[in-house]
Structure formats: structure tokens, C-alpha cells
T-cell receptor, first 113, second 115 residues
Framework: EAQVTQNPRYLITVTGKKLTVTCSQN?????MSWYRQDPGLGLRQIYY???????DKGDVPEGYKVSRKEKRNFPLILESPSPNQTSLYFC????????????FGPGTRLLVL | GENVEQHPSTLSVQEGDSAVIKCTYS??????FPWYKQELGKGPQLIID?????GEKKDQRIAVTLNKTAKHFSLHITETQPEDSAVYFC??????????????FGTGTSLTVIP
């Protein structure tokens, strides 16, 4: 089944403890992206990647890192999480450069205490 | 950077009526405008999109219009059904030559279709 998977789906952590949220797609898509969703703010793009080793900042990149070493994987790294990073995170992928259908993962709900 | 505004934030319609959601954007470089539907507990799902060289696009009960001069685009849902109840997001995208598309989303519209 063609899909975007994220792990973990739920995570409770404490301030300053490094964490990684994984994202993987099995559709051979070139474009991948991370978003956070907060009430009243909609979706905001954190980072995106057009292809392996090509990444760029979205609208809210502060406090996050990404890497794209393989086409199928695009992990989101929080080196020192803070409470304001408590949010619902979505990974998405699309076939080429992003200007076509984006397929979203099921989301990761993160709580930073 | 780009700023996308979406209205209304909530919308209730009777089953069978039409629903219209409006968005404006600020950056004339935006050239791709998708609309997403998000059901409770799920990720957003694309329902229709339009590119800057097209003024209108229709897919069965759903249509999108784009006015580049005024920098606004709208989603039209006709003959609404209870299963149309969800949160709808508009987005505007700028394509950067070397890095791909950057997306800016509206704040969402919660649509309720009353049977």
C-alpha cells in the first residue's frame, strides 16, 4: 500500500531531551516535507526537501533539523526540545518538486514538558 | 514572506446547500494553490488544486476559482453532504528553482453540514 509512515505516533518528553521523529514513504517520491499544526494557526512548513541532500527551511525552522540521506526517509530532529514545540507534526511527500499532490502521514503528537 | 488568509473560520450549511471558502495571498510569486480536507484524527488530503495559469477548475461537486489580479482564490462545494463535514485548508506555494516548492497554509475552515 502506497503510504507515508511516521513514528512514533505519540510522544511525551521533557525539555532538552533530544528526539527524532521518523518519516518514510514507499512511493519513490522526490519531495518530502515536515509541517506542524497548532490550533488557530493551521499548518506551517518546517523544512522541505526536493531530493536527496537537498533541503531548505520552511516558515518555522527554528529548533528543528532534518536530513535527507535516502530518498525514502526524511527524519525530523529536535536537538533540545522546548514546550513551545508541543504540537501535531505531519510529514508529507509528493512526486517531484512539491507542486502536485502531497500525501500526508498520519501525524505525530508531541508533548514537551 | 507569503501570507495566506482564510475565511470564514467556521461554516455551517444545510445539507444540499453550497459552501464557499475564501483565501487571499500576498506574494505574486505564488503559482500553485491546493485545497486540503482534514477529517478528525487524520492527515490532510488533497481535494483539488489550481495553478496560476488557470482561472477555474472543477471536479464533480468541487470547484476552485483563482483571481491572480486580486490575489484571491475560493473553494466552492455544491450539493453538500454530511460527509463533507471536515476542516478545509487552502495553501499557496512558491516554487524555488534550486530547492522546490515552499508552502504557506491558511488557518483552516471548519465546515459542518447539517442533515
Amino acid at each position: 500500500e502506497a503510504q507515508v509512515t511516521q513514528n512514533p505516533r505519540y510522544l511525551i518528553t521533557v525539555t532538552g531531551k533530544k528526539l527524532t521523529v521518523t518519516c518514510s514513504q514507499n512511493m519513490n517520491h522526490e519531495y518530502m516535507s515536515w509541517y506542524r499544526q497548532d490550533p488557530g494557526l493551521g499548518l506551517r512548513q518546517i523544512y522541505y526537501s526536493m531530493n536527496v541532500e537537498v533541503t531548505d527551511k520552511g516558515d518555522v525552522p527554528e529548533g528543528y533539523k532534518v536530513s535527507r540521506k535516502e530518498k525514502r526517509n526524511f527524519p525530523l530532529i529536535l536537538e533540545s526540545p522546548s514546550p513551545n514545540q508541543t504540537s501535531l507534526y505531519f510529514c508529507a511527500s509528493s512526486l517531484r518538486q512539491g507542486g502536485e499532490t502531497q500525501y500526508f502521514g498520519p501525524g505525530t503528537r508531541l508533548l514537551v514538558l | 514572506g507569503e501570507n495566506v488568509e482564510q475565511h470564514p473560520s467556521t461554516l455551517s450549511v444545510q445539507e444540499g446547500d453550497s459552501a464557499v471558502i475564501k483565501c487571499t495571498y500576498s506574494d505574486s510569486a505564488s503559482n500553485y494553490f491546493p485545497w486540503y480536507k482534514q477529517e478528525l484524527g487524520k492527515g490532510p488530503q488533497l481535494i483539488i488544486d489550481i495553478r496560476s495559469n488557470v482561472g477555474e477548475k472543477k471536479d464533480q461537486r468541487i470547484a476552485v476559482t483563482l483571481n491572480k489580479t486580486a490575489k484571491h482564490f475560493s473553494l466552492h462545494i455544491t450539493e453538500t453532504q454530511p460527509e463533507d463535514s471536515a476542516v478545509y485548508f487552502c495553501a499557496a506555494s512558491i516554487r524555488w528553482t534550486n530547492t522546490g516548492n515552499q508552502f504557506y497554509f491558511g488557518t483552516g475552515t471548519s465546515l459542518t453540514v447539517i442533515p
